[in-house]
């Protein structure tokens, strides 16, 4: 069964990348969120974590690499944790709707905690 996620509009007006790939970009980070994320958590209004899968390190931070590309307020950082790689993604306070719907976009697609 496919879950659909929220329609949240997560991509701000500020986005550098041409309208036509912004659906191709969307559908990058939900096949990531679905493949790669286990669980997310938000432990400030301005940053989201996403604890990611064994080896999905590389293709967050190809698609971070991208993504910071066109919309050059979203902030990617890495960090190893006990409990695996950690992608985390900060914006400034004026964009934290943005990472709101981001973050419902994934706990979407990951379906809950996925320990």
Do not use: H, K, Y
């Not at 390190?57 to 695996?84: K, M, W, Y």
């Not at 992608?87 to 320990?115: E, F, H, K, S, T």
């Amino acid at each position: 069964m496919l879950i659909t996620p929220p329609a949240g509009d997560w991509v701000p007006d500020s986005c550098t990348l041409p309208t036509v790939e912004q659906s191709v970009r969307v559908a990058e980070f939900d096949r990531f969120f679905t493949g790669s994320v286990r669980r997310t958590d938000r432990p400030a209004r301005t940053r989201l974590d996403l604890l990611l899968a064994a080896g999905a390190e590389e293709q967050g931070r190809d698609l971070a690499a991208r993504e910071s590309g066109c919309c050059s307020f979203f902030t990617f950082g890495f960090d190893a944790t006990e409990d695996g790689p950690v992608m985390r993604i900060a914006v400034p306070d004026n964009q934290a709707a943005v990472l709101d719907a981001l973050a419902a976009r994934a706990d979407a697609w990951i379906g809950g905690d996925r320990r």
